[in-house]
């Protein structure tokens, strides 16, 4: 074994930084290679999320990346590698980066992502999957993939639903570069900041407001969104939906939520 090949072996493609405010980040960590990502990539993000997603002190995930650009999107090599394997192999990795987004968009603590430089191809689909996106005016935005005869398959559901099918009908097929204010009038962005420098000042400000809230409802509202997210009022929806403000209500946060209200003093859950 080279040298060369150890050192990419021992290098953390992914990494997980915690904090005592319950703040877990995630970050890409291939910046040589404008943080691309791999079948190695996808199985580390994967299992952190999964981890983060079960750890009862992380309350907010981050997710960012090192370098000049958040990613820009599938490694060349890797994708080269897949073209020359069989369909039912191709079948099987696909399915690994579909599960990377599930896992990113279910994923029962608020998430943030924050972008700098390029977004291209499936990091459009990584950004879609959170529930909040910040990004430096200079960023820029491509569902690249019909460029070299793909198309954006398994980040289809989660960009879709993010930008709306009108807009997915114009960029899946002309792979059009669009900015920041475009991502953030399509609705994949929610705030835009003037530079790279001011994403961690945007993002602690999303943290401060999301730490005071409770943990348990919030992920019952990340929940109850999905429940009702593109579905026909119906009478099962409507019941669906009483009986998940009862849950609430009678839960220990809930209780305490509404205590610390009527008592005019901090529920349990803010920690100075």
């Not at 404008?34 to 952190?48: C, G, K, M, S, T």
């Not at 579905?231 to 946060?253: G, H, L």
Request: net charge negative; aromatic share 6%; with cysteine.
């Amino acid at each position: 074994m080279t040298t060369e090949n150890q050192s990419q072996e021992l290098k953390q493609l992914v990494l997980l930084e915690k904090s005592s405010n319950g703040v877990a980040q995630l970050i890409i960590n291939r910046p040589e290679v404008h943080n691309a990502f791999d079948d190695d990539v996808i199985e580390q993000l994967i299992a952190n999320l999964e981890a983060t997603n079960e750890d009862p002190e992380v309350r907010v995930l981050v997710l960012r990346s090192r370098g000049k650009n958040f990613s820009a999107g599938a490694d060349l090599a890797w994708m080269k590698r897949m073209a020359q394997n069989s369909h039912e192999e191709n079948m099987v990795d696909a399915g690994r980066l579909a599960r990377l987004m599930e896992v990113l968009n279910s994923h029962s603590k608020p998430t943030i992502a924050l972008v700098q430089g390029a977004a291209y191809g499936g990091a459009v689909g990584l950004a879609a999957c959170c529930d909040i996106v910040i990004a430096a005016e200079s960023s820029g935005f491509c569902l690249s993939e019909v460029k070299i005869g793909l198309i954006p398959a398994v980040i289809s559901p989660y960009v879709v639903r993010a930008i709306g099918e009108r807009q997915s009908r114009r960029y899946f097929v002309t792979a059009e570069l669009f900015n920041a204010r475009t991502a953030q009038e399509f609705g994949l962005v929610h705030e835009v900041v003037d530079s790279v420098e001011q994403l961690d000042e945007a993002c602690d400000r999303f943290i401060a407001t999301l730490r005071k809230n409770s943990p348990q409802a919030m992920k019952a509202a990340k929940d109850l969104i999905y429940a009702v997210s593109q579905k026909e009022i119906t009478a099962d929806v409507i019941d669906d939906t009483a009986r998940r403000i009862a849950d609430i209500r009678v839960s220990d946060e809930g209780q305490e939520g509404l205590g610390s209200f009527l008592q005019k003093r901090k529920p349990n859950w803010i920690q100075e």
